[in-house]
């Protein structure tokens, strides 16, 4: 059974940087994957990164690409999202999710954790 807690958001400035966690149980368990996905209210849930689990490699979303950095903690099953540089545009609650396909489509994710809130303001 696939369990996902994020952690890590809150209020920050623009340029500024805050740094998400996923703790995982069960992800290993024949998923390709994990990702990071966002949704601002109005708005549909969109994917923001993804690692994929037999070798790390990663992929973004175009708009976080050289801001936002996807990485893990085999150790502590826990895969993290590093935001530098936030903007306004970055506010959003932040989910993590076990993925079947880096395909960056929501139905190629799930169990979802049940989400962060970011919000970057002055």
């Known amino acids: 059974q696939v369990h996902l807690l994020e952690s890590g958001g809150g209020l920050v400035q623009p340029g500024g940087s805050l740094r998400l966690s996923c703790a995982a149980s069960?992800?290993?368990?024949?998923?390709?994957?994990m990702g990071w996905f966002r949704q601002a209210p109005g708005k549909e849930r969109e994917g923001v990164s993804c690692?994929?689990?037999?070798?790390?490699?990663?992929s973004y979303h175009e708009s976080v690409k050289g801001r936002f950095t996807v990485s893990r903690d085999n150790a502590k099953n826990t895969m993290y999202l590093q935001m530098n540089n936030l903007k306004p545009e970055d506010t959003a609650v932040y989910y993590c999710?076990?993925?079947?396909?880096?395909?960056?489509?929501?139905?190629?994710?799930?169990?979802w954790g049940q989400g962060t809130q970011v919000t970057v303001s002055s």
């Open positions: 999710a076990a993925a079947r396909s880096c395909a960056m489509s929501v139905r190629n994710f799930g169990p």
């Open positions: 069960g992800v290993s368990l024949g998923y390709y994957g």
């Open positions: 690692l994929t689990i037999s070798d790390g490699s990663t």
